[in-house]
């Protein structure tokens, strides 16, 4: 074979191994990008999977602060009592390893009223190389509907008579399941409707103010409102008052405890209950930070000789009645009557006056202030020329009566996430 045989052979092997090298390199790269594409398509579908599964658990976590926030409103007392009863009430929680174990939220709550408030929850879950979060805003409010007696300051299952008084219901009317009489140069100003199921009869020198009228004889009349019946002592009642009484005295324990404090100020608190009457006399002064219950009757300012009891003459008594609290009961009540008599000063009460019997006012106090509600099978009124001012409260007659009417107890009004 001659010399340029010899080298055409190798020059197209040469030639062939430099397309075999090229196709290769060709085919390499193709697979290196290929399984760079096949890397990077799975490392962001597992960032993806990542990114959902934190987003699913960060939802999770940021309902639970919410259930979290809306549970302690409902039995944490401290925040039952800031939610309802302090317009400006804040709070600020943080809880930690909270439904996974990288996982917390932050409950932040501010109250734009009583009862009514907004709630920020942001819920954190720790990725290691990061931190997911999402943020849940909702509003709350806790309605308590209207009191078994309507939205009426006085009511009574029978006669409301009014003789020689001036009385001022605010914010209410008035209720009565037979009539109401208004008498003698008395006057009865009311905000609310004065409806009387029988008839509402008014002396000419007397005089009735109020956005209506409505009895039998002032078409149409209202339907009868049955009268409640409070709880007592009623065994089967859990919520009665005397198993719920702070304090239990029989009537002669508390008519010792009066005279030991008599010519000063005594101080009740919480549920004071009396196994048997009340007679609180001229020289005692009364705060009850709560309620006064009692089996039997109650009198007010006990009418006796220049208002002494024992050497102390002269001293007319005073009241003042504290509510505690909105969720609370406060008041005096009765399983018979509560008599306020000449020997009583002056009447000031945040709570309800409640008589299985009646309630009957013959005095000339200096002043009788009522924020809440009268209820009795029968009220009469007699000589308060200087006037009566009762201030509806449903949120207090409710709670003293035992059994308020709630629709939830809370409600969610508003929702909104954040990423």
Not at 288 to 310: E, M, R, S, Y
Not at 369 to 381: Q, W
Request: some cysteine.
């Amino acid at each position: 074979m001659d010399y340029k045989a010899i080298q055409s052979i190798k020059q197209k092997k040469s030639s062939s191994k430099g397309f075999v090298l090229v196709t290769a390199l060709f085919v390499m790269l193709l697979i290196l990008s290929l399984a760079l594409y096949v890397a990077s398509f799975t490392l962001t579908e597992l960032k993806i999977s990542t990114s959902q599964a934190a987003s699913v658990q960060t939802y999770y976590l940021a309902e639970a602060g919410i259930a979290d926030a809306i549970w302690k409103i409902k039995n944490d007392s401290a925040w039952k009592t800031g939610f309802e009863e302090n317009a400006n009430w804040t709070m600020d929680y943080t809880k930690s390893s909270a439904l996974y174990s990288n996982g917390s939220y932050r409950i932040q709550i501010n109250n734009t009223d009583k009862a009514k408030g907004n709630i920020i929850v942001t819920a954190s879950l720790d990725l290691g190389n990061g931190t997911a979060k999402r943020v849940v805003k909702t509003s709350i409010y806790k309605a308590l509907g209207v009191s078994v007696v309507g939205q009426n300051g006085e009511y009574a299952d029978g006669n409301i008579d009014m003789s020689g008084t001036n009385l001022y219901v605010h914010a209410g009317g008035v209720f009565s399941n037979l009539n109401i009489i208004v008498n003698f140069w008395s006057n009865l100003d009311s905000d609310g409707d004065v409806r009387a199921v029988g008839n509402v009869n008014t002396n000419q020198s007397s005089n009735i103010n109020a956005p209506a009228i409505r009895s039998n004889n002032n078409p149409p009349a209202p339907d009868p409102i049955a009268m409640p019946a409070v709880s007592f002592d009623n065994a089967s009642d859990p919520e009665n008052y005397k198993a719920n009484a702070n304090q239990i005295y029989t009537a002669q324990q508390f008519s010792d405890l009066l005279w030991a404090n008599r010519g000063a100020t005594l101080t009740l608190n919480g549920i004071t209950y009396v196994t048997g009457a009340i007679n609180i006399y001229g020289s005692n002064d009364l705060i009850i930070n709560g309620a006064l219950v009692a089996d039997g009757n109650i009198t007010v300012g006990k009418n006796t000789f220049f208002c002494c009891w024992g050497s102390n003459c002269f001293n007319r008594s005073s009241i003042i009645i504290n509510n505690p609290g909105t969720s609370t009961p406060s008041g005096l009540l009765s399983k018979g009557t509560i008599s306020y008599e000449f020997c009583l000063d002056s009447f000031n009460a945040h709570g309800l006056i409640y008589a299985n019997d009646k309630i009957n006012i013959l005095s000339l106090p200096s002043s009788i202030a009522i924020t809440g509600g009268l209820v009795s099978r029968k009220i009469t009124l007699t000589s308060c020329w200087q006037g009566i001012h009762l201030y509806y409260d449903n949120n207090i007659i409710s709670y003293s009566l035992g059994n308020p009417q709630f629709s939830p107890i809370v409600t969610v009004e508003h929702w909104e996430e954040e990423y």
